[in-house]
């Protein structure tokens, strides 16, 4: 019937509303970046320094903001994944009805926290405790921005992996006891398998909400453009140099053009982490 066609045709509409409007953002970026493959080069976005604005020489180098967001977000993964799966575990099968709902009410309030509230706690708390734990000259480094984006991604694993672990059937769990399984046993060897492909799912939201955070690591990352590996030092990730350099920048100029490839990286970076959640779940049977 021709309800049925037109009715077919709407949801296919608004289904491929997302990848239109995905397709239009990738174009824009690519129209506006691409002037600079053409001169000085892409070359030019390998070099190790990242000096926008000088009377000498300008340096688009794109290398210290990757490692600096490589930093961040592989630290605040280190801290995430462990405290929030133990977290999901606790609420889901061993906290009783009363504790899960009091603490249920609190994670979720967590979430709603805005970013900015969150990055005055880190400049205030964080950073002074950080500098006068391990006697550094400024607390403000990659490790301050780690420990503030965990804030930030805990909320969104737990919440998911609660739900992940909650829909493991009953029947597993009770064939499991019926065995002669511990609790502890059930959990880590029945439950936690069966419920792994969307905790991975939940891991995955947590690192594209933290690869993504912008004003938080603005404030507390100490804003430094150098290449390191320490997670004591200072950093810049791509996310704040877009924010902190984008509305002071010349329309148009080599400046510009670089944080727009800025701007396709992190765009490239996403895909990347949908693929591998793609592939994962794969594996694990959740999608054909």
């Excluded at 490839?261 to 693929?275: E, S």
Aim: aromatic share 8%; hydrophobic share 60%; proline share 5%.
């Amino acid at each position: 019937m021709w309800k049925d066609k037109a009715m077919r045709l709407l949801m296919l509409s608004a289904a491929s509303t997302s990848i239109f409007l995905v397709a239009l953002i990738f174009i824009f970026l690519v129209k506006e970046a691409a002037p600079f493959a053409l001169k000085p080069g892409l070359d030019a976005l390998f070099d190790r320094q990242w000096i926008p604005v000088s009377f000498v020489q300008e340096r688009y180098g794109i290398l210290p903001l990757v490692t600096g967001s490589a930093l961040v977000t592989g630290l605040s993964m280190l801290f995430t994944i462990p405290l929030s799966v133990l977290g999901a575990i606790y609420i889901a099968e061993i906290a009783s009805p009363v504790e899960r709902e009091i603490l249920k009410p609190f994670i979720e309030l967590l979430a709603s926290i805005p970013s900015v509230v969150l990055g005055f706690f880190g400049l205030v708390v964080l950073a002074p405790l950080i500098k006068s734990l391990f006697g550094l000259g400024t607390g403000l480094s990659a490790l301050t921005g780690a420990l503030l984006l965990t804030l930030m991604a805990i909320p969104t694993v737990i919440t998911l992996s609660e739900d992940a672990i909650m829909s493991v059937p009953r029947a597993y769990k009770d064939a499991s006891r019926a065995l002669g399984a511990s609790d502890l046993q059930t959990i880590f060897q029945v439950i936690i398998p069966a419920a792994l492909p969307g905790i991975i799912a939940a891991i995955m939201l947590g690192v594209g909400r933290v690869v993504g955070e912008t004003m938080a690591v603005l404030m507390v990352t100490g804003n430094s453009a150098l290449m390191t590996w320490s997670p004591l030092a200072p950093v810049r990730t791509m996310t704040a140099t877009i924010a902190a350099e984008m509305g002071e920048v010349s329309f148009g100029s080599l400046h510009y053009q670089a944080l727009f490839w800025i701007g396709l990286v992190l765009l490239a970076v996403t895909f990347l982490l949908n693929i591998i959640a793609q592939r994962v779940l794969v594996r694990y049977g959740m999608m054909k």
